[in-house]
């Protein structure tokens, strides 16, 4: 019997200890909220998806640094060639986990395959909905990229393509990714785990992490005890209320944006003064540190201060519930049916704390005056509200929503939010739709302005929705690691950038 | 006995008829999935396109034939979410599950019985004390409270077990110890009371008079007489189990087909949404079966 116990202890110590050194030298885990429904590289613009296999297994053509700007990745350079048309140079020497030689014949087959009508890529369908694309292969390492309309970022929208071997079928997505990275695909445990070994043939410098598995825990405290206890090195997204540890949490801006959509076609939505008085009546400071996170950015605009063109100038509304009353007392006084119901819709699960922070917003314009319930619904019914066609007989509405772009040009939003014809644009102003088009035209200095323009006119002049906040991430880092969260994690992890201490 | 066989399993037939009936409209009600599978940049050509590939332009009722027959020849259809076979989606996740339940219940029933045994032999003594502590735990802490505590003192702090996972044997501990809590204190109770009534019955005491020792009297001749109603409860806690612990499954990391079943009804996924309750509904079936057939072997009184 006492042998028995001897051995049992001894076991238990044993297995104690192997959880102890779980993390090996040179590899990492990183724990993920969700497990990848899909490991395709033409949907590695997913966050999930993105953690995993952008610049990690699938390299881009080009390669967007929110801190440096366009920089090369497996296009040495590029040059217009006016038209519409972009020549693209590729690096020699680069070559695909398989074996195979990574040519201009790839980038033209990935081009077309993110763009099949057969697989729903998510690539192709957000970042060149409505753009028609056409490729000519001038030799290996040099082709034409053709966009119509032409499209003067073209060489940025390049920086979203991942590009895979000519071979990959037109008509499915891969189980196996296979790309130029630092790394490759080597296990997928269905439910527990993926594994990806540095990719010895690779292209460009070694990198420190020779390993890393890849576990999915949907509960934020598992994943914030997870790195606490050693099994894992990274969490790229823990809530708010698990980021109790100095040591371990980074704070970083996660390129959301929160704000309401408002639908201007709407009474009394439709009246500049509701509007104004709909920004005037939240006290967004006092959100920050009690239910968001202490570094909460107070927004003016659609798009992260990252972005090009965004207006540095521009205040936040204050919070003056008085002039908000005095304009409502004056619409109604012009016949605007102030007190018609509106409905405020918010989006559960959306972000830590979006329950108690949609009943705060209520809560304010309900104390200015105006006749506001709350609906908090599912993210399937969201989307049927949020984007178009919008419903019959919806009545005037306010929508919570987030809006991420950490592609650091405005291009990525302006047209869906705002364009008359936007996917979830609450706007019919042709003002607004022609300043969009002469920013996506424009390049350079002239490209900045003139987006800068158009916060400065949708902020003041118009008023088109309730700015709210850019908003904050938490990322728990094991103390092993020198590896600093930034406003990229949001979408990828390029597990190259990661040393040891 | 036979009989009584086939009659179940033409009832279970026509159930499992009316359950695919039911999940496929009801389903359907919860709105179009292609909003949540394409960008909300996605154009209205690739949302159509979408909607092609997988059959959603069709009429609700040809989309409710082609699934019949489709299933007739065991397809399952495709799932939307992970583009491979729904069917292979959800008995992956269903053997995760099955061996979840399978490992909670066998230690349900096995301390259950012994520990309700024990403490209705001696009424108010320090077993009964011990179940009712346990009892009252079961009901009024919440899972995932337990679980939670569970994981910071036993994993953060102690170091004892993994947080979560699946990797050996010291990863089944947590979550099939905060499984077990619930059903535990539950049958417990049913254990006890049975048990209670079973060893003031005549043929007990005439046990005692023959001076057949206490360990004889309960778990031979009184607790066969006090199972009838421990194993309809069992029963009916195991069927839980099997519908999937999705709190536990989340926190754990379990890929158990609880916790797939409401990713796809968020998700819209439909075939796994169908496969999952068909394959569950099934294991249901066959486990009110079985439990039929126990109470026959426990109480030979009972005949089909």
Partial sequence: MNRK???????????NVAFGVAAQENSVTVVLSEELEIVEPCSATKSNVGRVLFQNISETVTEMDPNTGLQPRLAES??????????????????????????????????????SPDIACEIGAKFFGGIEITTNIIDEYTIDVTASPAQPILPMLMSTVTVTPSDTPLDSFVDHPIGTGPYTFDEYIRGESITLNANPNYWGEQPTVQSATYVFRGDSAVRAAMVAAGEADIAPNIALQDATDDALDFSYPN?????LRIEHAQEPLNDRRVREALSLAVDREAFVGTILANGTLLATGMTPP????????????????ERARELLAEAAADGVAIETEITLIGR????????ETMEALLAMYQDVGFNMKLEMVEVAEWLERYAKPFPEDRGPQL????????????VFSMYFKYHSDGQQSGLLDPNVDAMIVDATAATGDERAAKWSELFTYLHEESIADVMLFHMVGFSRVNERLDFTPSIRTNSELQLSQIQFN | MLKFLGSRAIASAISLVGLILLVFFLSRLTGDPTGLYLPLDASEESRNQFREIHGLNDPLLIQFFNYLGDLVRLDFGESIRRSEPAIDVVLRGFGWTLQLAVVTMSLVVVFSIILGSLAAFHVGGVFDRIATFFSLIGASAPDFWIAIVAIVIFSVNLGWVPTSGTGTVWHWILPVSVLFIRPFGLILQIVRGSMITALSSAYVKTARAKGIKNKAIIFVHALRNALLPVITVIGDQAAALLNGAVVVETIFGFPGVGKLMIDSILQRDFTVVMAAIMLTATAIFVMNLVIDILYSILDPRIRY
């Fill in chain 1, 255 to 259: 390129s959301e944006t929160l704000f």
């Fill in chain 1, 306 to 321: 990252s972005t090009i063109g965004y207006n540095r100038d521009l205040a936040p509304y204050p919070f003056d519930p």
């Fill in chain 1, 5 to 15: 116990i001897h051995l049992l202890l001894a076991s238990a110590l044993a297995t």
């Fill in chain 1, 399 to 410: 929508i919570q929503a987030q809006h991420d772009n950490a592609n650091g040009d405005p």
């Fill in chain 1, 348 to 355: 559960t699960n959306n972000f830590a704390n979006v329950l």
């Fill in chain 1, 78 to 115: 590029w040059e217009d060639m006016g038209n519409g048309t972009w020549r693209f140079t590729l690096r020699p020497d680069v070559t695909f986990s398989d074996g195979t030689d990574m040519r201009t014949d790839d980038v033209a087959h990935s081009l077309v395959r993110m763009k």
